[in-house]
């Protein structure tokens, strides 16, 4: 390896906490900052810092502009106070979109540090996957707002979320990129491109010819197309696959449209561009499923709760496109098991021999059919299920297997 390469390699996670340790305390931001590395993440009082995004971006930016990279993150620990009327406050209000899988992100940092203040979310749900949220914004930082606040602010969600559209529509001019096919790609790089989803007038100013769908695969993402444009559809679908893996910080894996004046979640009739869609979701279901039992595990590592986090795997059958989900419910393993579009059934060798037992593969549909009595549901997204027991071996047996 030359000389050259060697400073072309990217930090590992240690040495990158290290770089933004060091910026935040040449900058005197928080002189009580400290690195979380089992978390990969920086605590200072009650604010946290989570440093996988910021690697993403710092990793992906030209060596020149990575510093600035960083200094975007660390406004987190400069931003005041959120003002404790609403008056003051309604000026800086934004409407955000975050993935439903953050609430759990929340609740399972509650269970692992109960000494943390509560945070009691307050949103509306947008779809299956996403969540509308608000946010106060200034020039230095974005601070999410909890029910606590508004309570404190004497005002009702509906309330702020209405002045918050009424902020973003204020800021948002006619910026968007064409991509070839009839696709467009929203071009305000504000941190808030996905939030333009809940703006319908926008959307139809827009659209040229039929009705507008729209996709916001990640937070500073907005891909626009028509409900007549099958090439702009496939595109579009296209898009928010590669985007999703390159740049995380996921919103939906959902395709949306206007219906009386309301963001509605849109299924594409044509046959081509809803199987590209469910590819597309079942793939980004895969990855937040991944990232669910990455967080369980720790959690039930501080708790000491002795419960099986089951994997979400992905399977293509031999001689098809599609892509399939698998998960394993073991007999005798108290599990928490994700909604797959396959169960693998296992029943272990009595004797723990390595290869012996039996597995039998059922459809979703099946293995709930013989054992849903035996699944309790768990409030989380992606959803879980809590299986202590396996199904009697008549109702196994007589259950059709996969194919």
């Keep these: 390896m030359g000389l050259f390469d060697f400073f072309r390699r990217l930090p590992t996670h240690d040495a990158f906490a290290q770089i933004v340790l060091q910026q935040i305390r040449q900058q005197g931001l928080a002189p009580d900052c400290r690195y979380d590395a089992e978390q990969f993440r920086l605590l200072a009082g009650g604010r946290i810092l989570n440093l996988d995004n910021v690697y993403r971006d710092y990793c992906a930016a030209p060596r020149k502009e ?100 009424d902020n973003l529509r204020a800021r948002t001019q006619h910026r968007f990129l064409a991509l070839g096919n009839g696709l467009l790609l929203g071009e305000w790089d504000d941190a808030y491109d996905s939030s333009r989803l809940l703006l319908p007038d926008l959307l139809y100013r827009a659209c040229e010819g039929g009705e507008p769908l729209v996709m916001v695969p990640t937070r500073g993402r907005f891909l626009l197309a028509s409900s007549n444009n099958l090439a702009a559809q496939l595109a579009m679908v296209a898009l928010a696959d590669q985007l999703a893996q390159q740049e995380g910080r996921h919103v939906s894996a959902l395709m949306y449209g206007v219906q009386q004046g309301k963001i509605v979640v849109h299924q594409p009739t044509d046959a081509a561009v809803a199987q590209a869609l469910r590819g597309f979701q079942t793939m980004l279901r895969a990855h937040c499923y991944h990232e669910q039992k990455e967080e369980w595990d720790q959690s039930n590592q501080h708790i000491g709760d002795d419960v099986f986090i089951a994997s979400c795997m992905l399977k293509q059958p031999e001689g098809s496109e599609r892509v399939v989900t698998l998960s394993a419910w073991t007999q005798g393993v108290d599990t928490l098991l994700p909604r797959t579009d396959i169960v693998a059934m296992v029943i272990p060798d009595q004797d723990d021999v390595a290869g012996s037992g039996s597995v039998k593969v059922l459809a979703w549909h099946d293995a709930f059919t013989i054992g849903g009595h035996l699944m309790q549901e768990v409030d989380c997204y992606p959803v879980r299920y809590r299986v202590r027991y396996f199904p009697e071996p008549q109702r196994l047996a007589a259950a059709p297997a996969w194919e």
């Design 66 to 165: 990575r510093a600035q990279v960083v200094q975007k993150y660390l406004s987190i620990f400069s931003m005041s106070e959120v003002p404790s009327g609403f008056a003051e406050a309604r000026s800086a209000l934004m409407p955000v979109l975050r993935n439903r899988s953050q609430a759990d992100y929340l609740r399972l940092l509650a269970l692992r540090e109960p000494q943390r203040p509560a945070f009691a979310q307050a949103c509306q749900p947008l779809g299956e996957d996403a969540v509308i949220m608000l946010a106060y914004d200034t020039e230095s930082a974005m601070a999410i707002i909890g029910q606590n606040q508004l309570d404190q602010w004497g005002v009702t969600f509906d309330t702020a979320l209405a002045v918050a559209i």
